[in-house]
């Protein structure tokens, strides 16, 4: 923007100056054709300045319209997946298996309830009975895991909405804690396929943001292969999109 503003500035000068030298020692007669010419500069600067100022206002428009539609489908990945490892015990590695996993698979419906049982504190010998509270669980019915996605499009999750791609999904673990190995999982996409087609001195400037207003780095992002979580690398706004669609439900 001040790259625009500079060479507005400096446009305006070289105009005024160019009219000063008409004026002064242009004779009459060429004064009309001249003046055409410059009207003819400064419409196409004028148009120039516009454009410069309106190109990013419509590349970030266009990206975040793309962006959200990206995002909605890794939140999809991501629901098949913890899904899949609450039911299988691991993350499915392939979106293929996910949307065949969706179209089979059951969760199981549990009850929890707190029981108190005699426990012997003492010995053998000398008894002593105290009552402890303990934690229940029975699974009491199965509901099918297509019931989490109803109006979601999960059959095509594997797509790159506006691109001929798919998302890649890769798996590997993270020691949480010393001895302790944590399954993850990684779905992503680079930005450089989504935003195809676009201006690219302004793809260049996205794949390097970094504030957190933005989605960070060159990729689309969720999950991690080195670090335990399942949060994607957008900023909250993107859910908040998704938290005013529950509220119109």
């Known amino acids: 923007m001040l790259y625009i503003i500079i060479v507005a500035i400096i446009a305006s000068i070289v105009a005024f100056i160019i009219a000063f030298l008409i004026v002064k020692f242009l004779p009459l007669k060429l004064r009309p054709l001249i003046s055409i010419l410059l009207l003819a500069l400064a ?13 990013p206002i419509n590349f970030d428009k266009n990206k975040r319209v793309i962006y959200t539609k ?36 059951k969760l199981a419906i549990t009850n929890t309830t707190t029981v108190v049982e ?16 303990k934690r ?8 099918p895991v297509l019931n989490r996605f109803k109006g ?14 798919e998302f890649t999904v890769e798996l590997g673990s993270v020691e949480k804690v010393q001895g302790l190995k944590v399954d993850v999982f990684f ?53 908040k999109n998704e938290s005013a669609k529950e509220d119109d439900k």
């Open 152 to 165: 979601r499009d999960y059959k095509n999750m594997a797509k790159v909405p506006g691109t001929d791609k």
């Open 187 to 239: 779905a992503y996409v680079h930005k450089k396929e989504i935003l195809k087609g676009m201006d690219p001195s302004l793809v260049k400037q996205e794949l390097e943001a970094n504030t957190s207003d933005e989605i960070k780095g060159e990729l689309v992002s969720v999950g991690s292969l080195n670090e335990v979580t399942t949060g994607g690398n957008w900023p909250p706004s993107y859910d």
């Open 70 to 105: 990206v995002v909605d489908q890794l939140k999809m990945i991501r629901d098949a997946e913890i899904a899949h490892k609450e039911v299988t015990g691991k993350y499915a590695k392939s979106i293929s298996g996910l949307v065949q996993f969706i179209d089979t698979a």
């Open 43 to 55: 419409v196409l600067l004028t148009w120039k300045i516009y454009d410069g100022i309106m190109k």
């Open 136 to 143: 229940k669980t029975d699974t009491i019915g199965y509901v």
């Open 118 to 133: 005699k426990v012997n504190k003492g010995t053998k010998w000398q008894p002593l009975m105290v009552d402890v509270e």
